[in-house]
Nanobody, 121 residues
Framework: QVQLVESGGGLVQPGGSLRLSCAAS????????MGWYRRAPGKERELVAS???????NYADFVKGRFTISRDNAKNTVYLQMNTLKPEDTAVYYC???????????????WGQGTQVTVSS
């Protein structure tokens, strides 16, 4: 079993910043990709940003230049620095990782429980 625990969500004013963290634990041998998704009320879940174990990143167009994803491989932790937040960034943010539990084992996708981010004045 792999557990993902997110933290750092909350209420922030437009233009403000938040930093999300997500730590993976449990039966983990290695993690390749880690990422953040979000689901706004009435909308489908969408990719926000992802990062490979080598540090290559991918961002949704709507966050480019405002959000930065990073990870600490030694701690199995991924971060999302969110700057210049807008009301439309309001959503539940979910952490995701692809992990295996043994060498040469298959990778499976795992999800956190989600953390609420609300951008409002």
């Amino acid at each position: 079993q792999v557990q993902l625990v997110e933290s750092g969500g909350g209420l922030v004013q437009p233009g403000g910043s938040l930093r999300l963290s997500c730590a993976a634990s449990g039966s983990i041998f290695s993690i390749n990709a880690m990422g953040w998704y979000r689901r706004a009320p009435g909308k489908e879940r969408e990719l926000v940003a992802s990062i490979t174990s080598g540090g290559s990143t991918n961002y949704a167009d709507f966050v480019k230049g405002r959000f930065t994803i990073s990870r600490d491989n030694a701690k199995n932790t991924v971060y999302l620095q969110m700057n210049t937040l807008k009301p439309e960034d309001t959503a539940v943010y979910y952490c995701n990782c692809n992990a295996n539990s043994r060498n040469w084992g298959a990778y499976f996708s795992h999800w956190g429980q989600g953390t609420q981010v609300t951008v409002s004045s």
